[in-house]
């Protein structure tokens, strides 16, 4: 059973940054794709941004520009950064995988359903 830990998440002022993390607990980090969620109170849980297994990236329009979505498998951990971060990013983010087959090395996944492991969430919350 994958284990996913998110880290990194505070309380920042509008137009600063963040880098969330999260760990995975295999060493098979390299069968994954990845992606971030987020939930704003009151909110559904949205896609944010999601990496495949061969490093391609998607990213929601809302955040593009803005957030970054990265992984390093030498240390099975992927990356969220966050730059001129605004208060309607202020939610719980949570980061999700599912391993993919070789032929879907290059694709990104945005859909919850799409994802079978989760993480417990880190909060960002952003001041005016």
């Known amino acids: 059973q994958l284990r996913l830990v998110e880290s990194g998440g505070g309380l920042v002022q509008a137009g600063g940054s963040l880098k969330l993390s999260c760990a995975a607990s295999?060493?098979?980090?390299?069968?994954?794709?990845m992606g971030w969620f987020r939930q704003a109170p009151g909110s559904q849980r949205e896609f944010v941004a999601a990496?495949?297994?061969?490093?391609?990236?998607n990213t929601a329009d809302s955040v593009k520009g803005r957030f970054t979505i990265s992984r390093d498998n030498s240390k099975n951990a992927m990356y969220l950064e966050a730059n001129n971060l605004k208060p309607e990013d202020t939610a719980v983010y949570y980061c999700?995988?599912?391993?993919?087959?070789?032929?879907?090395?290059?694709?990104?996944?945005?859909?919850?359903?799409?994802?079978?492991?989760w993480g417990q969430g880190t909060q960002v919350t952003v001041s005016s």
């Open positions: 999700a995988a599912r391993i993919v087959a070789l032929w879907q090395a290059s694709v990104t996944f945005t859909r919850e359903d799409d994802y079978a492991y």
């Open positions: 990496i495949s297994k061969s490093g391609a990236t």
């Open positions: 295999t060493h098979t980090f390299n069968n994954y794709a």
